[in-house]
């Protein structure tokens, strides 16, 4: 009786042993959370960055030299078309005024009298003409004066905001000289570099959403123009999306990201997160028998957050690896979690 005790007790002890062990063996598998994997569709959006600006920036130069006299705004400042903003005194031009002036003068004077005489043939047609020719001559000579002196006035083409305005008055200007520049303000535009492989599934009226970091604020965008060729520094288009500004919250020189509308794209679609590079190739992990499988996986679409893949042995309904894929190993036992 004593020897089967002993016995009895022994495979107790067996079995006792054996099961902790497993329950050991089980407690040190690798915990992974997994997911199906369904067919979907994404959303696709290109995302690029670059600088705001105002869809019309007019540049204002100095037509003529001379001294500063008036400065009627500063930087910032809305004004409207017409408004005059600086005034150049340029003597030259005045005293192109006054002499072209009075050579007109004398030439109107010759001409009437050449007119009276010759209507009572008083003096030849050659000398008439000669009297017309030249007060014509004046005439013009005269408006190409007042044109240029008028152009010491500048004045804005249509309603903006003032910038890059660092002119003073009594400062002395050279013809040509930057003087400020006007930026409309009620459409704005984010121009961006788009790849050649992305190009063609953009369309002009292509929508758009830009975020607007200095605003903490997302705007609706649309592209209005697309480069009909790459340019030779960066191989990439030229895109300009343009978004109206009623507010005119968006300012010249804010940072935009926009993430442009490329279509949608159907198949088998995972989050982006559970994609890991392993040297050269990306794979996911799915969970078979227990054990976790790499994949080797191409995307064929992708956005911020999901993407679409193909990959051998990777199905709909299989169990994908959506947490602890950066640790596991492939063909290393896991155990599920939720």
Do not use: W
Request: hydrophobic content about 40%; overall charge neutral; glycine content about 8%.
């Amino acid at each position: 009786m004593k020897t089967m005790a002993i016995i009895m007790m022994t495979a107790t002890f067996a079995v006792s042993c054996g099961k902790k062990k497993e329950k050991a063996v089980e407690e040190n598998l690798r915990p992974v959370k997994v997911q199906s994997i369904g067919q979907n569709t994404i959303s696709l959006g290109y995302t690029v960055s670059g600088t705001i600006k105002g869809k019309e920036e007019i540049p204002y130069v100095a037509t003529s030299s001379g001294e500063v006299t008036v400065v009627n705004a500063k930087n910032g400042d809305y004004v409207h078309a017409g408004q005059v903003i600086i005034a150049i005194d340029n003597q030259a031009a005045r005293s192109n005024v006054i002499s072209a002036s009075s050579n007109y003068e004398t030439a109107r004077i010759n001409y009437e009298k050449y007119r009276v005489l010759y209507n009572k043939r008083l003096v030849t047609e050659t000398e008439y003409l000669n009297a017309k020719t030249n007060y014509d001559s004046a005439r013009a000579n005269l408006q190409t004066a007042n044109d240029a002196n008028s152009k010491s006035v500048i004045r804005t083409d249509v309603n903006g905001v003032l910038a890059n305005l660092n002119i003073e008055r009594h400062q002395q200007v050279s013809a040509g000289q930057a003087l400020f520049t006007l930026v409309n303000e009620s459409e704005m535009i984010l121009q961006v570099g788009v790849s050649p492989q992305i190009v063609g599934k953009i369309q002009v009226g292509t929508t758009a959403k830009v975020k607007i970091d200095e605003l903490g604020k997302e705007v609706d965008g649309e592209v209005y123009e697309i480069s009909g060729a790459a340019q030779n520094a960066t191989r990439q288009f030229l895109v300009k999306i343009k978004m109206q500004n009623p507010d005119r919250e968006l300012k010249s020189g804010m940072y935009g990201t926009a993430s442009i509308d490329t279509g949608a794209e159907e198949g088998i679609v995972i989050p982006k997160t559970s994609i890991v590079v392993r040297g050269v190739e990306q794979v996911v992990y799915i969970v078979k028998d227990g054990k976790a499988v790499a994949i080797p996986i191409k995307i064929v679409n992708q956005n911020e957050t999901y993407a679409a893949v193909t990959g051998d042995g990777l199905t709909v309904g299989s169990e994908l690896v959506v947490e602890g894929q950066n640790v596991v190993q492939n063909g290393e036992k896991v155990k599920k979690v939720n």
